[in-house]
């Protein structure tokens, strides 16, 4: 009997115990899950404009066609520095783009003639500017775009004869086309500002030359010329919103 009582007495606590917890579940309060997270994209989408500077350097293999004499060949150096202008779209990660650069240039050199032909005994050369006609395409990891181009380039040089400082032939400023490739590397530190280091090379093949030498006498026969390499800064602004939210 007591054994019995003992029992039911366990049950009557147990059942309010159980009871007692279920009514203090009940009475928390309910608290709303955490929104889900929103990934900031960046987006190279857009027009920008921006500038550029850095350094050059140009080649030439100055020959006499007749004879085949090789007259002298050398590299010429120098700074530029210029602006751009373009437009890039975005799908997912790749990034395409069409772009116009301009640049005033410094990239001269000279070297004693390897023989005397009658023009002088020194040549030299200088770029004075190049534009660069160029289509992109690149992969974006978020703010940061790597990418390749290629396109259409002009340049524009001067070669010359010169005896003692003093010039005594040249061809005079001539704009020539040829054709460009590259690749870069740009990285957005800032709302719609993007830093970059790019690479271009230009290939200008060899070409025949006529030298004019003071009085109206025109020297034939002489081929000059080789392609440009181009290491540039640049910095860009981007015209719309830098980036987009995705959830």
Not at 128 to 135: C, V
Request: glycine share 16%; net charge neutral; no cysteine.
């Amino acid at each position: 009997m007591n054994k019995l009582l003992a029992s039911a007495s366990f049950g009557v606590l147990l059942l309010g115990a159980t009871a007692a917890s279920a009514a203090d579940l009940a009475a928390r309060p309910y608290t709303k899950a955490p929104p889900a997270a929103i990934a900031t994209v960046f987006d190279w989408s857009g027009f920008y404009i921006g500038i550029n500077g850095g350094w050059g350097q140009s080649h030439d293999r100055r020959t006499f066609d007749p004879t085949g004499t090789l007259v002298g060949s050398y590299d010429a150096n120098g700074g530029t520095v210029g602006g751009q202008i373009g437009y890039r779209w975005q799908t997912a990660g790749w990034v395409f783009g069409l772009e116009a650069q301009g640049n005033w240039a410094d990239i001269s050199g000279s070297r004693a003639a390897l023989v005397l032909p009658p023009p002088g005994d020194t040549l030299r050369s200088k770029m004075d500017a190049f534009g660069l006609f160029t289509g992109q395409l690149g992969y974006a990891w978020n703010n940061v775009l790597l990418y390749v181009k290629g396109g259409a380039a002009i340049t524009d040089r001067n070669y010359q004869f010169l005896t003692a400082g003093v010039v005594t032939a040249q061809t005079g400023y001539a704009t020539r086309l040829g054709g460009t490739v590259g690749a870069g590397l740009e990285f957005s530190f800032a709302q719609n500002w993007s830093l970059g280091v790019e690479y271009d090379h230009i290939f200008e093949n060899r070409h025949g030359a006529t030298f004019n030498v003071p009085g109206g006498v025109a020297l034939a026969g002489f081929s000059t010329g080789g392609d440009t390499d181009l290491v540039l800064g640049r910095l860009n602004y981007r015209f719309g919103g830098p980036a987009v939210a995705r959830y």
